[in-house]
């Protein structure tokens, strides 16, 4: 089974705080994949990054970095110099090859980024 | 090129009525998911399609739900009789396969049963 844990249910920073998100995973299958999703207030789910368990090299765009380490089964989001366009509701996302691309989500960070 | 399109957008509905909600994927794209949002539960999986075909249907709640895609670029998800507690966000998302791909999700419809 899989299971994708998120313990930060809301976080409130400031703006140009640099925040990070954690996500820790569960899974029994030695190749998976991992995913961010970004949910605003809009309501729509907005795909931010892939990422498969053969490749640990951390990824940057712009401000946005995500740190993916197996040997603590954890895939974090860091975004750096925080905006107001940054508050959502952040999902980390697991899925596994032969799975069907079907999506095991957490349960979601809201980020509150305020002036 | 056009997004995961749904419709509509949302829907109030009495309870015992029948509710259809609907999907265009994305042009390309052979795989098809409903997924349903809700505070208890979360996002969870309802059912997905590959190249129209229902693959796994084990999160479909009960038999109230039925989902169908009868060609490459339309799937409705079927509630009757809806229930109030069948109040939620639900999702289509499309991707590719073969490999793993990201999913696409649409808009979402947000489903009250009253």
């Known amino acids: 089974a899989q299971k994708v844990t998120q313990a930060q249910t809301e976080i409130s920073v400031v703006e140009k705080e640099d925040v990070t998100l954690d996500c820790v995973y569960e899974t029994r299958d030695t190749t998976y994949y991992l995913f961010w999703y970004k949910q605003p207030p809009s309501g729509e789910l907005v795909f931010l990054i892939r990422?498969?368990?053969?490749?640990?090299q951390n990824e940057i765009s712009g401000r946005y970095s995500w740190n993916f380490q197996k040997s603590t089964s954890s895939f974090n989001f860091t975004i750096t110099a925080s905006q107001v366009v940054d508050s959502a509701v952040y999902f980390c996302?697991?899925?596994?090859?032969?799975?069907?691309?079907?999506?095991?989500f957490g349960t979601g960070t809201q980020l509150k980024v305020e002036l | 090129d056009a997004g995961v399109i749904q419709s509509p957008r949302h829907e109030v509905t009495e309870m015992g009525q029948e509710v259809t909600l609907r999907c265009k994927p994305i042009s390309g794209h052979n795989s098809l998911f409903w997924y349903r949002q809700t505070m208890m539960r979360g996002l969870e999986l309802l059912i997905y399609f590959n190249n129209n075909v229902p693959i796994d249907d084990s999160g479909m709640p009960e038999d109230r739900f039925s989902a169908k895609m009868p060609n490459a670029s339309f799937s409705t998800l079927k509630i009757q009789p809806s229930e109030p507690r069948d109040s939620a966000v639900y999702f289509c998302?499309?991707?590719?396969?073969?490999?793993?791909?990201?999913?696409?999700f649409g808009q979402g419809t947000r489903l009250t049963v009253v």
């Open positions: 998302a499309s991707s590719s396969s073969g490999t793993v791909y990201e999913a696409f």
């Open positions: 996302a697991l899925t596994f090859t032969g799975g069907g691309n079907k999506l095991t």
């Open positions: 990422r498969n368990s053969f490749d640990e």
